[in-house]
């Protein structure tokens, strides 16, 4: 796999600071077509490591679209068109002889409205891990199936019922089964696409405490429409609108100082 | 009037009664401009209008001319001299069938001059009756259309007298429509119900001279019935046991054939094919159910049949001329299709938030089809099956052609056998009395397959139910 010098990139679009010290992820000069149409124009980035990195902007900016490239995801749309770079570890993640199914594995994504399986709540969680060989025995798996639980703070409301499906529970708890879902596969990076837009103020807060713990172990990137969310949950955010970063930095510096027009009225709630 | 004449009327008369209906309801509002002043729209007052002109004298039409013939065979046979009315049964409906085609054939005129003219006493008694009943059908037609259109009238006018700016036309007119659907969906129930009431008197009938259990039991099949008490071999024997065996067989054999390579079409084309090859193989794939059954037919016997013969003999087996084996897999190739396109539908509806979910955990894509995507389509695709099966089992033109009438009692798919519906063909076809034995099993035959794919139909949706993955 090739190597790339992923430092050097003229930035002529975006303002602020898109570099992070310990990179996970680094996109560089992303475009992105639905058959003629550009929808994601010349963007770059990193995803700092063991932290989270909030996508925001007004809705068709492009943010979902490019979260789906970062693990492949848009490969199944026939019309949909990517070039750029896109890194995980300094690999490329769209070399040719990359199998895009050993990426998804370690590169999970929770959607935007929550879609369990209609399977029981132990075969939703056990799914990855059996169709990756991750256990060699039935008291392995239920060991990943709890912990996974326990990761998404599921477990002590479902321990009883693991038999019942998954369909059956509340749409804050089929969030979290979802987050449980891949954290079992032991991913790198999690990324979620407006993971509490279904949901209630307070199964939003429950999922926010929980990203905020998950980034201690996994690399995430979270799109959002709130502004809020983002200031709560991220180290980093992103400004995207109709397709251009048009601005990346810490987030509280987002918050407090937008260097971008454009971003200062968004965040002060003057379009969006 | 005749009837088709008195219905169109009736239709001009609902159609002119919705405008009325409207122009009375902005009357009673006080003109256009006042219209925010009722309560429902005037074209719900049509709309109410024209349903309450129709119906009643629709009902009324239908009613009549149901009950008119029975109603005028019996005021014209106590018209009849005595001698003529204590006629057995049979010459009195030969007279009758005499009389009537008289009176459909000759004008009113010539009748009467026939009467006079005639010098025989029985001929002029003949044309006398033909008379009576011609006036008889005229009175009844002037009587059918008065009605009619009274009632039509009467109705609108009664109801039109009670518009007022409060009156709740559309409530009125959804308990009608509510009605009309209630009814429709009865007139499918009745409909089933009369079909197995018909062939269940029938089968009850054939019982009455060939033992149930020797029906349900017997092995042996030779549908014969002795035209002559002293006929020698006129003895049949009726065991639909083999009947039904073959039926299986077939069917099996073609269901082998058609759900693999039904549903691994539905899968290529729902998740690995692109859109332009969808769109070019579905309605390619959907003319294999468009050929006749009877170019299937031949297609078995002449292509297929000898086929497997060369085959089987090559390899030292013995193949019957006809065999089940060539009508099961020319069967199971004409019904692909149905399982393909049908499960294809099924496999498309699951949600793609199911199937992006396991792709993107790393599921590769063959197993989000098998672990999310076939669980969740399994209603659809048990339908798909059901459906294929049932048109097996009543398939009958290829198996009249390809697998023979030799009522065998074999599991050798080489053998030659016959089915249920081929049995019942043969029974019913050509010169046959409607109440030997011979005939009669024709209804318990159908009357057995009847049960056999209700039964076949339970047990699929309990194992539905069972295994399914409900998705909402």
Redesign the interface.
């Known amino acids: 796999m090739k190597n790339l010098d992923i430092k050097q990139v003229e930035l002529t679009e975006t303002v602020g600071n898109i570099y992070a010290d310990s990179a996970k992820m680094s996109i560089r000069n992303a475009d992105v077509y639905y058959g003629s149409k550009q929808a994601i124009h010349n963007v770059s980035l990193d995803l700092a490591k063991n932290q989270v990195t909030a996508l925001i902007g007004p809705s068709g900016c492009g943010k979902s679209t490019f979260l789906r490239c970062l693990n492949r995801m848009n490969d199944t749309i026939d019309i949909c068109n990517i070039t750029g770079e896109f890194t995980l570890d300094n690999q490329d993640i769209y070399a040719k002889n990359l199998d895009p199914v050993l990426l998804r594995a370690r590169v999970g994504m929770v959607f935007q409205k929550p879609n369990p399986f209609p399977k029981s709540i132990y075969d939703n969680v056990a799914y990855g891990a059996r169709i990756h060989g991750l256990t060699n025995n039935k008291a392995e798996l239920d060991e990943v199936v709890e912990t996974s639980l326990q990761k998404a703070g599921l477990f002590n409301e479902v321990k009883d019922r693991l038999k019942d499906p998954g369909t059956g529970l509340s749409g804050g708890q089929q969030q979290r089964l979802c987050i449980a879902r891949t954290i079992a596969v032991s991913p790198e990076i999690i990324l979620m696409d407006e993971p509490a837009s279904a949901l209630d103020p307070i199964a939003t807060a429950i999922i926010e405490e929980l990203i905020d713990e998950l980034k201690e172990k996994y690399t995430i990137a979270i799109v959002t429409h709130s502004m809020q969310q983002a200031a709560r949950v991220s180290q980093h955010t992103a400004y995207f609108h109709l397709g251009k970063l048009v601005e990346m930095g810490k987030t509280e510096d987002i918050f407090t100082h937008p260097k971008h027009k454009l971003t200062e009225n968004y965040i002060t709630g003057r379009f969006g | 009037m005749n009837s088709p004449l008195l219905f169109t009327v009736l239709l001009c008369l609902t159609l002119f009664s919705y405008w009325y209906g409207m122009k009375r309801s902005l009357k009673v509002a006080g003109g256009n401009e006042h219209k925010k002043n009722l309560t429902c729209l005037p074209q719900q007052f049509g709309l109410l209008t024209a349903m309450v002109c129709g119906l009643p004298a629709l009902m009324t039409l239908l009613i009549f001319n149901s009950a008119e013939q029975l109603v005028i065979e019996q005021l014209f046979t106590t018209t009849l001299s005595a001698n003529i009315q204590s006629l057995s049964s049979i010459d009195l409906g030969l007279y009758l069938n005499n009389i009537h085609s008289l009176a459909s054939s000759e004008a009113s005129k010539t009748l009467l001059t026939n009467i006079n003219s005639s010098n025989e006493l029985a001929m002029q008694e003949q044309y006398k009756a033909a008379s009576t009943l011609q006036a008889l059908k005229q009175q009844a037609r002037w009587l059918k259309t008065a009605l009619v259109l009274v009632i039509a009238c009467v109705s609108v006018i009664v109801l039109i007298k009670k518009f007022s700016l409060t009156f709740p036309a559309r409530q009125k007119s959804e308990t009608i429509i509510r009605g009309l659907l209630v009814a429709s969906s009865a007139i499918a129930i009745l409909t089933t119900l009369g079909i197995i009431l018909s062939v269940l008197f029938e089968s009850i009938h054939f019982f009455k001279s060939v033992p149930i259990s020797d029906f349900m039991f017997g092995t042996q099949w030779s549908p014969q019935a002795a035209m002559r008490t002293d006929q020698v071999g006129g003895s049949g024997s009726f065991g639909a046991i083999p009947l039904f065996a073959g039926t299986l067989l077939i069917t099996f054999i073609a269901m082998l054939l058609a759900v693999p390579i039904g549903l691994m079409i539905a899968i290529y084309l729902s998740q690995y094919a692109?859109?332009k090859l969808r769109a070019f193989a579905k309605p390619m794939l959907e003319v294999l159910a468009g050929i006749p059954t009877v170019v299937y037919g031949f297609f078995a016997a002449l292509t297929v049949a000898p086929v497997i013969r060369n085959v089987g003999e090559s390899l030292g087996l013995s193949v019957a001329s006809e065999s089940a084996l060539a009508a099961g897999l020319v069967m199971g190739t004409m019904i692909i299709p149905f399982v393909s396109s049908l499960s294809e539908d099924a496999i498309s509806a699951v949600?793609n938030?199911?199937?992006?979910?396991?792709?993107?955990?790393?599921?590769?894509q063959s197993?989000t089809v098998i672990?999310?995507l076939l669980?969740?389509a399994l209603p659809g695709i048990v339908g798909a099956i059901l459906l294929a099966v049932s048109r097996a089992i009543g398939e009958t033109m290829i198996v009249v052609m390809a697998a023979g009438m030799a009522a065998n009692l074999t599991a050798n798919p080489l053998d030659s056998v016959t089915t249920v519906t081929v049995q019942i063909v043969t029974l019913l076809t050509g010169d046959q009395e409607f109440d030997s034995p011979k005939t009669l099993a024709a209804f318990a035959l159908g009357l057995m397959l009847f049960i056999t794919t209700l039964g076949l139909n339970v047990l699929a949706l309990k194992v539905v139910r069972k295994y399914r993955?409900?998705?909402?």
């Open positions: 692109s859109a949600p938030a199911l199937k992006e979910a396991s792709l993107g955990m790393g599921a590769t197993e672990k999310v669980p969740a993955e409900q998705y909402d």
